[in-house]
């Protein structure tokens, strides 16, 4: 992240202008910027987006970090310790300071401030720019200093912000937990008990955090949407009820405008050890009757075009690209391949599998007809009716096509792909 080194002189610069001429500094608009999304611009101006995703450094921005401090916290966690074990440029560290006192005397409104303060981050240049901040957000509130002082002095006096690796600090006397963990993908280590291959670092992160925490210990986290409904993700959910009370659950939606992830925020408190906790509400289920699951068998196509090896018996071959929506397609139609796993006898349903909260339908259907089994690429889901054939699956068609369906997705999952979860849920509504 050196990139970000340029305007962490600029915060340094801006903190140094506010200590000599701190008349009219309180109003200005470099200082309304630097602490209200100017780091994350920044941040995509100097740092490279395939540097970004594989650091997973998305910063949280004020407005979403001010909802979680007035939402989640209450005033018995700011008697405590507040920490951020991944703080970036300090967004929600910035964001509690909100709720701590002021004192004329800026070295001392920062002396307290650092008593209730702690953040960690792998990257030293986000660390010294949550620093930075911190003294600008202290001086906004009318906090000045009393004679001579440095940037440098100022910045030191937060002890606990530090550079390291938030999972491997002790959080015995630490009385809630802010955190938007990094977003990029890893392995599962060996031993892990919910995922196996490459996963979320952020499910990865949340979930060695939850174990570590001494009961009582609160947690707020925004997290990506698949965590929330992700069916490879069951028993990380799982996983969290077990050490945690989740208390909340609520979707937010797209992260930020330049980044393409929705998220959802949940928070909880952790259990004392050998006490298990409740199933926590990850979406709201309103207990509809009949779903899609009652009539179809859904599957995740098996065929993975550039993966799986051009051999075995020769089967016509369907793609996302190949049906059109919402109307029939008859396998003949179709080109061939070879594939030696499972094929699909007709009629049945295929669903295109890439979705946004945003997209006109949610789940765009095709009927496929014909004769012959057919193989099916993994960016379509399989809906196979139990009974009834071709009659099933014109309902199917007309149950997807439904606002309401829509609206029911648009709750239920807000990731990128659908899951067979979510499309075997979906409330089965006569057309």
Known sequence: MRGFSEYVQTLRTLVATGLANPANFRA???????????????????????????????????????????????????????????????????????????????????????????????????????????????????ARSGGRVTVNQLTSLFAGIVRGNGLTADYGDVGAIIMNPPYGSSLAPDGCSWATGSVSEAALFTAELCYKLHPQTRIVAILPDVLRTGTRYAKWRQNIEHWLAVDSVRMVGLFDPWTDVDVFVFSGERLPRNTHGTKATWWVDHGFSHRVSDLFDVHVGPVVPHRDPDSGPWHRFLHARLVPPWKGFDVADAPSRRFDRRTFTPPFVVIRRTSRPDDGHRAIGTIVTGTKSVAVENHLLVALPRARGLDACLELLAVLRQDATDAWLNARIRCRHLTVGAVSEIPWRQP
């Open 28 to 142: 200005s608009q470099p200082l309304a910027a630097a602490l209200d999304g100017q780091p994350g611009r920044e941040l995509r101006r100097l740092v490279s987006l395939r540097e970004r995703r594989f650091a997973g450094a998305f910063f949280t921005g004020s407005r979403l970090a001010s909802e979680i401090v007035r939402d989640h916290l209450s005033n018995k966690q700011f008697e405590t310790v507040i920490c951020d074990p991944a703080c970036g440029a300090g967004d929600l560290l910035v964001a509690a300071s909100e709720r701590l006192p002021v004192v004329e005397d800026l070295k001392t409104t920062l002396n307290l401030w650092a008593a209730n303060l702690r953040g960690y981050d792998i990257h030293e240049e986000f660390v010294v720019a949550t620093k930075l901040r911190l003294v600008l957000a202290a001086m906004r509130r009318g």
